[in-house]
């Protein structure tokens, strides 16, 4: 009788579930985005590592034609 307890729900979730849920993950996502120093400390950050990767790349580039 055990098999029983570990069947899925194949019941789908109400709406006010489903709302509830996405309410959660939004409160998440801006907490998080507080702890890391925001969006645009994030944008900046991804930016830089982008500048920094390219910088690279080109005096690869660069150094190979010589």
Same mark, same amino acid.
């Given at each position: 009788?055990?098999?029983?307890?570990?069947?899925?729900?194949? !019941?789908?979730p !109400?709406?006010?579930?489903?709302?509830? #849920?996405?309410?959660?993950?939004?409160?998440?996502?801006? =907490?998080?985005?507080? #702890?890391?120093?925001?969006?645009?400390?994030?944008?900046?950050?991804?930016?830089? !590592?982008?500048?920094?990767l390219? !910088?690279?790349?080109? #005096?690869?580039? #660069?150094?190979?034609? =010589?």
């Amino acid at each position: 009788m055990e098999s029983d307890n570990l069947k899925p729900n194949d !019941s789908k979730p !109400s709406l006010w579930v489903e709302i509830g #849920r996405g309410w959660e993950w939004i409160v998440f996502s801006i =907490k998080m985005l507080r #702890r890391v120093g925001g969006p645009i400390e994030i944008v900046t950050t991804i930016f830089n !590592s982008a500048k920094i990767l390219v !910088s690279r790349a080109l #005096r690869q580039w #660069r150094s190979e034609d =010589k």
